[in-house]
């Protein structure tokens, strides 16, 4: 699972294997894991 902290102190949560990127990495590499709005890019 990939978990998100909003500024509004909200977290929400996802299942890394619903991307493809995500599905094969380690929970070590998943924790360094940045998603980008503005540039669309999920890193």
Do not use: C, I, W
């Not at 902290?5 to 990127?21: Q, T």
């Not at 599905?23 to 360094?32: I, S, V």
Request: aromatic residues 6%; hydrophobic residues 40%; proline residues 2%.
């Amino acid at each position: 699972m990939v978990y998100l902290e909003l500024s509004d102190e909200r977290a929400l949560g996802f299942p890394a294997d619903r991307y493809k990127l995500l599905k094969t990495a380690t929970d070590e590499q998943l924790h360094t894991v940045e998603l980008r709005l503005d540039s669309r890019a999920l890193r």
